[in-house]
């Protein structure tokens, strides 16, 4: 797909202009020229923001938009699990539909601003390898407008019964990165889904050495749970990546990590030290979390806590920068929410109780530098304000004047500029009976 062409015919592609006097617009120097960033806040005569562009850092690319298929009796995560596996094996049947509705999401997500997605399409004897090819070409299809970044990932368990001899869905998962070894840039697993403990860690060993033999990242479905009697197994991904001497240039993203909120501040803090200096990134998916987890609290007098990680405490209390991402748009992981990943700030402030400025701001760090670091995207910014030599990946947000806004009520009108290039605009049509 080609992009559409820029609306102003005077961005153009990264060039290196500098620019050292800033002007309405917080622009230190861009790859795109400052007049045309002027002209692009000003649009319909309201200022407007620029700020980097938005990544998902955690999105499943090929399970979008089915709950039409899924019956919810108990909305629970098992029947999520089998609702889900049930819609996955008629894919098959319908590869066109499975295209189309990840075409859909990567559309949306760049209309929103996002021009990096971490994709995770799954690989098991469901769906064999088609949701991963079907994944390529969309990141293919897509490769001028967003970069698409895909994740072979195991949703299902690797180990069948209480055997310790991994199964089909592991030979499944090997043959999908020997056969596109050079175009899958992510292997991924969710441990928790094992039979056992020992299995589970054993999972995790497997995707770290996949990852390591491929050149890959690793990305774990981890500690998706609020049992303060489980293991958190944050601490075996720790021990085996540094008992391979994990190569410093992969990352290692751990998405959910739900249970790591009932550490205490001592257990941060060993955290903390047994990570070092491991390139491992957390990533709160709040839609989810909030949606699946502490169901056993239904029937107490407040119900289900807030299980998922507090990104602005994490940051302020503990110093570590966690992302936040969509995870799942209309699904029976995630039945409800956009995709837009500003959403999840706005949801952010109520739920982390979170709205001082150095808290706005770490909400909406989470969805643009810290998501992309993350993803190991090379591309990042220095901070939200925009400054000489960072990358011409911005997202304009029309009549939104400030940052405080872009997180408590962001705007709809919005344009997508990648490496300088608009890719995406956004216009809200407006009519209300008996005004002009
Ligand atoms: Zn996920």
């Known amino acids: 797909m080609a992009p559409s062409p820029p609306f102003f015919p005077i961005i153009r592609t990264p060039s290196h202009t500098r620019i050292s006097t800033p002007r309405e617009v917080r622009v230190g120097g ?19 923001l620029v700020i980097p562009s938005l990544a998902h850092a955690h999105l499943h690319l090929d399970k979008c938009s089915i709950l039409d298929r899924c019956n919810l009796l108990t909305g629970d995560f098992n029947e999520a699990l089998r609702v889900t596996n049930a819609a996955k094996a008629a894919f098959k049947h319908d590869p066109d539909d499975l295209y189309k509705r990840g075409e859909s999401l990567i559309c949306g997500s760049v209309e929103c601003g996002v021009t990096s997605i971490r994709a995770h399409v799954e690989v098991d004897e469901a769906v064999g390898l088609l949701c991963v090819e079907t994944g390529l070409q969309l990141s293919e299809a897509f490769q001028e407008v967003c970069d698409v ?6 949703q299902e368990p690797l180990f069948v019964g209480s055997s310790t001899e ?22 991924g697993s969710a441990p928790y889904v094992e039979p056992s ?5 054993l999972n995790i060993g497997l995707v770290l050495d996949l990852a390591i033999k491929h050149h890959l990242h690793a990305d774990f479905h981890l500690d998706y749970n609020l049992d303060p009697s489980s293991e958190p197994l944050i601490h075996t991904v720790i021990s085996e990546a540094k008992r391979r001497a994990w190569p410093s240039e992969l990352g290692i993203a751990i998405g959910h990590a739900t249970r790591l909120q009932l550490f205490i501040p001592a257990e941060w803090e060993a955290l903390g030290a047994a990570t070092g200096n491991l390139p491992i990134t957390l990533i709160g998916l709040p839609q989810s979390d909030m949606y699946m987890m502490g169901r056993s609290a239904f029937d107490a007098p407040l119900g289900a806590p807030r299980g998922t990680l507090r990104v602005p405490q994490l940051a302020s209390r503990h110093g570590i920068h966690a992302a936040m991402a969509v995870n799942n748009v209309q699904n029976a992981f995630t039945p409800q929410g956009s995709l837009d990943p500003l959403a999840l700030c706005t949801l952010g402030v109520a739920l982390f109780q979170s709205a001082t400025p150095a808290d706005l701001r770490e909400l909406l760090r989470a969805v643009t530098l810290t998501a992309k670091q993350a993803v190991a995207e090379p591309r990042v910014h220095k901070d939200l304000t925009l400054a000489v030599g960072d990358p011409a990946d911005l997202l304009v947000l029309h009549g939104t004047p400030d940052v405080a806004t872009a997180v408590l009520n962001p705007g709809l009108d919005r344009t997508t500029i990648r490496a300088g290039v608009v890719v995406a605009r956004r216009r809200v049509s407006r009519w209300i009976a008996g005004t002009r």
Do not use: M, S, W
Not at 30 to 48: A, F, Q
Not at 170 to 180: G, Q, S, T
């Open 30 to 48: 861009l790859d795109c020229e400052h007049d045309v960033l002027v002209e692009l806040t000003r649009e319909g005569n309201e200022v407007g």
């Open 149 to 154: 970044q895909v994740a072979a990932f195991a």
């Open 166 to 187: 991994p199964g089909e869905n592991y030979a499944l998962l090997v043959r999908a990165l020997e056969k596109h070894a050079n175009k899958i840039k992510v292997v």
């Open 197 to 201: 403990i020992a299995q589970a860690k």
